[in-house]
């Protein structure tokens, strides 16, 4: 159990922080979001608007009070990912910029099954 809780605590604020950094990125509009969001056709406002999301987001999963905050917090996070490697696949994108967020999105699901796991083991107890 204790093998468990600390990976779950370092893939998890490894995940938090890698969305802090990249909501920031988002909130500072970087040149490259904007480059990207521009060959993806959507609008640069877009990257403030994913990078708000992203800070609670990454606040909501590092806390354990508020479960079905923290389920959506993923559920975001999952979208978020998913959209980008559909924008990547309409946009012709080849198979180099389509892998990224899958890494990102089974990056994400790696804390959330840990977490899962973790909450089964405590009733189980």
């Given at each position: 159990?204790?093998?468990?809780?600390?990976?779950?605590?370092?893939?998890?604020i490894i995940f938090a922080l890698m969305?802090?950094?990249?909501?920031?990125?988002?909130?500072?509009?970087?040149?490259?979001?904007?480059?990207?969001?521009?060959?993806?056709g959507y609008p640069i406002y877009l990257?403030?608007?994913?990078?708000m999301a992203k800070l609670p987001g990454?606040?909501?999963?590092?806390?354990?009070?508020?479960?079905?905050?923290?389920?959506?917090?993923?559920?975001?996070?999952?979208?978020?990912?998913?959209?980008?490697?559909?924008?990547?696949?309409?946009?012709?994108?080849?198979?180099?910029?389509?892998?990224?967020?899958?890494?990102?999105?089974?990056?994400?699901?790696?804390?959330?099954?840990?977490?899962?796991?973790?909450?089964?083991?405590?009733?189980?107890?």
């Open positions: 159990m204790k093998k468990l809780k600390t990976w779950y605590w370092i893939t998890t969305m802090i950094m990249d909501g920031v990125g988002g909130i500072t509009q970087q040149e490259a979001g904007q480059e990207v969001l521009k060959h993806l990257l403030i608007i994913a990078g990454a606040a909501f999963i590092l806390q354990n009070k508020f479960e079905t905050i923290k389920e959506w917090a993923y559920a975001g996070f999952a979208i978020n990912f998913i959209g980008a490697f559909a924008s990547r696949l309409f946009a012709g994108d080849g198979v180099s910029l389509l892998i990224p967020p899958l890494v990102a999105l089974v990056m994400m699901f790696i804390p959330y099954i840990l977490w899962k796991k973790l909450k089964s083991n405590v009733k189980n107890s």
